[in-house]
């Protein structure tokens, strides 16, 4: 079945630096989003992206969707303390691009020392 | 709005027996999503309903059922509980617009002794 690869796993990271993690795939997909998860809470939608080779921006947030429809990755600039979570990535196969269901990358942990 | 919200918010059942999740997606979203969420596995998709109709299935077993109501309220049911299936249950809701914006509840931490 379909499965994503997101990576790294982990990061520990001084505030300020900016942060980096992508998720590759062998299958093709029509939509690609990020997530953050805080402790006890359920994953917010940080990006959605819906076309190959689509850059966007949310904040200090910038995220592409890989022009092979295979991959995308994250990056966070400056990063703060309330970064700190955990960070997946989700891409939707079947259907149009809002149906179809998600799957969802490991997850990147990142912490943040300030 | 009043978000997702998922109850009970924690559970603790025994092998064998049966439980039920309930969630109440946010007021208008007419589509829930309900995942599993394991240390080992990550998040999985368990299944979809928009309309009290089931639109996309994850690969559970049988032993994993769900249903929505007319008031797009959903419950998802697990049947003969095993110890594998202690996980944070989450539930998502969208309007079911061009937008793939997902609204995910807190979650029900299920714990199988």
């Not at chain 2, 309900?34 to 639109?55: A, V």
Request: hydrophobic fraction near 30%; include cysteine; charged fraction near 15%.
């Amino acid at each position: 079945g379909q499965q994503l690869n997101q990576s790294p796993q982990s990061m520990f990271i001084q505030e300020g630096e900016d942060v980096s993690m992508n998720c590759t795939s062998s299958s093709i997909f029509n939509t690609w989003l990020w997530y953050k998860q805080d402790p006890g809470e359920g994953p917010v939608l940080l990006i959605a992206l819906y076309k190959a080779g689509e850059l966007t921006s949310n904040g200090r947030l910038t995220a592409q969707f890989g022009i092979t429809r295979k991959d995308s990755f994250l990056n966070i600039s400056a990063s703060i303390p309330s970064d700190v979570g955990i960070y997946f990535c989700a891409g939707r196969v079947g259907g149009s691009s809002n149906t179809g269901k998600l799957i969802f990358g490991q997850g990147t942990t990142l912490q943040v020392k300030p | 709005k009043a978000g997702v919200t998922q109850t009970p918010r924690y559970l603790i059942k025994t092998r064998g027996q049966q439980v039920t999740l309930s969630c109440s997606p946010i007021s208008g979203h007419r589509s829930v999503s309900w995942y599993q969420q394991t240390p080992g596995q990550g998040l999985q998709f368990l299944f979809e309903y928009f309309s009290e109709t089931q639109r996309n299935k994850g690969n559970f077993p049988g032993r994993f059922s769900g249903r929505q109501f007319s008031n797009s309220r959903s419950e998802m049911n697990v049947s003969t509980l095993e110890l594998g299936d202690s996980a944070l249950y989450l539930c998502a809701s969208s309007p079911f617009t061009s937008t793939d914006t997902q609204y995910f509840g807190p979650g029900t931490r299920l714990t199988v002794l």
